[in-house]
């Protein structure tokens, strides 16, 4: 990495990386952990089920999530990991000065760039292009920051490795929504929804509700379990 960019990396750890704070330490741990975030998945699958008529506006949707996954996800794991092999903050032994481990926390792996940043971006993103709700895309920007946050905490990630993680989730998003609206409208017409109850792409507000419900509540549970677990 340039040395300037390693500059500023290192200017943010000892801003986001550890504070003794044995309560954050659980809550980050708890919230990077994919498993907390499966009551979130089945949540938007639904969303996704109860919105779309056809077997195959479903199947297209979820293809589409999928790809945007495939391009955030692989283009991290099988080609830029690999080709830099950078090493995580956490386990970099000429960090060691300016990194707290958290609970013992060392992801395997190397650094550049976050695959959560990317996949969560990648996720966040495409629903908020298909949703069109201005609440339900607030919040699942908020979870995306959050998982990136945990990574920053933790040790495992650089500034740079979130940032661009962030840039590449989003264009991987974009990607995958213009193939789907050029697929999509070749079996749904062009409607558009004017109702209290429905955004403008037909999604009900209700079930954007239960989505934000199940959102909420996994935090308090994370909130909850810390509280129990830093004792």
């Not at 954050?24 to 009551?39: K, Q, R, Y």
């Not at 992801?107 to 339900?136: K, M, Y």
């Not at 509540?217 to 909130?223: F, G, K, W």
Request: glycine letters at 4%.
């Amino acid at each position: 990495m340039p040395q300037t960019i390693q500059n500023i990396d290192n200017f943010f750890i000892p801003i986001f990386n550890g504070n003794n704070s044995m309560f954050i330490d659980e809550f980050a741990l708890i919230l990077t952990n994919g498993f907390t975030w499966v009551p979130l998945y089945v949540a938007l699958i639904i969303l996704v089920i109860k919105n779309n008529e056809k077997i195959s506006q479903m199947m297209l949707l979820i293809g589409m999530i999928l790809l945007a996954l495939v391009l955030s996800d692989g283009m991290v794991d099988y080609i830029i990991k690999p080709l830099v092999a950078r090493p995580r903050p956490v386990n970099d032994p000429a960090m060691t000065s300016l990194v707290t481990v958290v609970n013992g926390y060392h992801p395997s792996g190397f650094s550049f760039f976050s695959a959560h940043a990317a996949n969560t971006c990648a996720v966040a993103v495409f629903l908020a292009l298909i949703v069109r709700n201005g609440i339900f895309s607030l919040f699942m920007a908020a979870w995306a920051m959050v998982n990136c946050w945990t990574r920053l905490y933790l040790g495992a990630h650089y500034m740079s490795d979130i940032v661009v993680g962030i840039v590449w989730g989003t264009i991987s998003a974009i990607i995958a929504f213009f193939i789907y609206k050029k697929l999509y409208f070749k079996i749904s017409p062009r409607l558009h929804f004017i109702s209290s109850e429905y955004t403008r792409s037909g999604y009900s507000l209700s079930d954007i509700d239960m989505v934000l419900n199940v959102l909420v509540l996994t935090i308090v549970t994370a909130t909850i379990l810390s509280c129990l677990w830093a004792h």
